[in-house]
């Protein structure tokens, strides 16, 4: 009788640790399915550049070593801070959607565009000045030349990157995450072909793959602005553009650098 009793209190205990364990297999798989297409996403942004160096390579060894240089040094000093300050967005973003206050998710979408468009001046300061840089820093004159001009054509990409960094973690906080895959993909396959034209057939050579790159990186921009203006599942979350987006800025600058130093530092 004793042993019988055991096992009915049991019953509970037993149905307690299953439940447990199937509503850990079902989160598990709500991470999986969020963070498998950020992977790709990163993946693919990540592949323009990758793709524009590997078309400068057919031209020689020294137009490559400068689009590569000149790559690092975006990317140091312009890409990684502006996706670190829009990191800022996963916080704000992700804390109105959990609060179902929708509308808030627009308003500091906004807000983060105006902040890294600001950003994104001095930066394109310092990429215009690319060459002065690296000669300084001892590199060869005639790399850091053409180094410097890639970086030249490759400042209006510096912008479109800030607001694409926004527009993904807008969609992002929202586990709306499929539409910047297929938009990533898209654009990737399409800068294969904007190299193939610009570098190797316009006659622009080198400056054609960093031409490339500003094209695609708007290219995704216009296409996300698209899907957030016209989807439905986007009519909670952006309503318009708004007056308050002017507002709180210097509190969000105060989270966003922060983020921005830790991702450059990292």
Same mark, same amino acid.
């Given at each position: 009788m004793e042993e019988e009793r055991n096992d009915v209190l049991s019953w509970p205990l037993i149905g307690e640790e299953e439940n447990k364990s199937s509503g850990l297999k079902e989160e598990v798989k709500k991470q999986l399915w969020l963070a498998g297409p950020l992977i790709g996403v990163s993946?693919?942004?990540?592949?323009?550049?990758?793709?524009?160096?590997?078309?400068?390579?057919?031209?020689?060894?020294?137009?490559?070593?400068? /689009?590569?240089?000149?790559? %690092?040094?975006a990317s140091v000093t312009g890409f990684t801070f502006l996706m670190g300050t829009a %990191? /800022?967005?996963?916080?704000?973003?992700?804390?109105?959607?959990?609060?179902?206050?929708?509308?808030?998710?627009?308003?500091?979408?906004?807000?983060?565009?105006?902040?890294?468009?600001?950003? %994104?001046?001095?930066?394109?300061?310092?990429?215009?000045?690319?060459?002065?840089f690296l000669v300084f820093f001892g590199q060869d004159k005639s790399i850091a030349h053409l180094s410097g001009s890639y970086a030249r054509f490759m400042?209006? %990409?510096?912008?479109?990157?800030?607001?694409?960094?926004?527009?993904?973690?807008?969609?992002?906080?929202?586990?709306?995450?499929?539409?910047?895959?297929?938009?990533?993909?898209?654009?990737?396959?399409?800068?294969v072909v904007l190299c193939w034209v610009l570098v190797l057939k316009s006659g622009l050579g080198f400056k054609g793959a960093a031409l490339a790159n500003a094209i695609s990186y708007w290219l995704n921009v216009i296409l996300l602005s698209c899907y957030v203006k016209f989807s439905p599942s986007c009519s909670l979350t952006w309503t318009g553009f708004s007056k308050e987006?002017?507002?709180?800025?210097?509190?969000?600058?105060?989270? /966003?650098?922060?983020?921005a130093l830790m991702v450059c530092l990292e």
């Open positions: 993946l693919l942004q990540f592949c323009l550049q990758v793709i524009s160096v590997m078309f400068v390579g057919h031209l020689g060894s020294l137009p490559l070593s400068a /689009a590569s240089i000149a790559t %690092s040094f %990191s /800022a967005l996963d916080t704000v973003c992700g804390q109105s959607y959990g609060a179902k206050m929708y509308g808030l998710l627009g308003i500091q979408m906004q807000r983060a565009m105006l902040v890294l468009t600001l950003y %994104s001046v001095p930066l394109s300061i310092i990429w215009a000045n690319t060459e002065h400042i209006p %990409s510096i912008f479109a990157y800030g607001l694409l960094q926004c527009l993904n973690r807008f969609l992002q906080a929202q586990n709306n995450v499929l539409p910047v895959v297929f938009c990533s993909g898209i654009i990737t396959s399409l800068h987006a002017l507002c709180d800025i210097i509190p969000f600058m105060r989270l /966003a650098i922060p983020s």
